[in-house]
């Protein structure tokens, strides 16, 4: 975005958010539903918005997209970026090193979200207040609205600017997937690697989560969610695969409810984005049986 943009207007903003003031004011009042998600043992905090908030939030993130230039490390937030382009930038490396920022949605400060809006979109008073409320919860952004993700990666462009610059003198490649960090090179990368990046996050509150900070040497590596082998090929998680036999060893297509269906059908599809033809019978008659409970 233009640096000297004018300052943005009530109505301006209304017509980004394509709402009305009241609408607005009501959205954010009603507020999150927050609980936790389980996964291996482990928690985290999700805050959901309302589905009027939820909506505001999209048209927000569509503006955001529309008028924000997305960084070349960055593989998350954006149109057209996702977790298998990430993975995909680091194949064939000799060493890969894979990062992860602790809690790093609620230890974003207040400050830079308002910096943000401020710099960005030229926001004050009233306007500046409202888009600060709008983008999150409890001071801090929330993890389930559709805003968090690219903020995340603008708020602290700084940071990660200055990383991927040092990172690039050094023929070291990096890339940003909303919260993790991946780092590949053809080379050798010593530990102050990633004593360099956990030093530049402090300057935002920031740091890595140590247990998640993992070194992939001339053997296969899993980034964000997907495996890449030594002769360069991308694959789903053998988990995944496994989860829809167990899940159809205990139940039969025909007996299941739409909310299970749906599931399955988004782990196949997952799956055929590296092998098309993978698990196909199973998915047709997930689709079958999807289009019979659609009909009663």
Not at 106 to 121: E, M, R, V
Request: a positive charge; hydrophobic letters at 35%.
């Amino acid at each position: 975005m233009n640096e000297n943009l004018s300052r943005l207007t009530m109505t301006g903003l209304l017509n980004i958010l394509q709402t009305t003031e009241i609408k607005l004011r009501t959205a954010i009042d009603l507020g999150y539903n927050r609980y936790k998600k389980y996964k291996n043992g482990k928690y985290r905090w999700i805050e959901e918005p309302n589905n009027d908030l939820k909506l505001i939030q999209s048209k927000l993130n569509e503006y955001l997209q529309e008028h924000l230039e997305c960084p070349p490390y960055c593989m998350s937030g954006f149109k057209g970026r996702n977790n298998i382009k990430n993975a995909n930038k680091h194949a064939g490396k000799r060493e890969i090193i894979t990062m992860d920022i602790k809690h790093c949605f609620p230890n974003t400060k207040l400050k830079y979200i308002t910096d943000f809006f401020a710099g960005n979109l030229g926001a004050r008073g009233k306007v500046l207040n409202l888009l600060t409320e709008l983008a999150t919860y409890n001071n801090y952004l929330p993890t389930g609205a559709p805003t968090s993700t690219i903020l995340l990666a603008y708020i602290h462009k700084e940071i990660f600017d200055s990383i991927y610059k040092k990172m690039s003198e050094l023929d070291i490649d990096m890339t940003l997937y909303v919260d993790d960090i991946v780092l590949s090179t053809h080379k050798h990368m010593g530990n102050w690697v990633i004593t360099y990046v956990n030093k530049a996050l402090h300057t935002h509150g920031l740091w890595l989560n140590k247990s998640k900070t993992k070194r992939y040497v001339y053997k296969y590596a899993k980034i964000t969610g997907v495996y890449i082998s030594q002769s360069k090929k991308l694959s789903a998680p053998f988990k995944i695969g496994y989860a829809i036999i167990k899940k159809l060893r205990t139940k039969e297509i025909n007996q299941m409810s739409l909310t299970e269906l749906r599931s399955i059908l988004a782990k196949i599809s997952y799956i055929q984005q590296f092998a098309p033809k993978k698990m196909q019978s199973t998915k047709n008659k997930v689709i079958k049986q999807i289009k019979i409970l659609n009909k009663t």
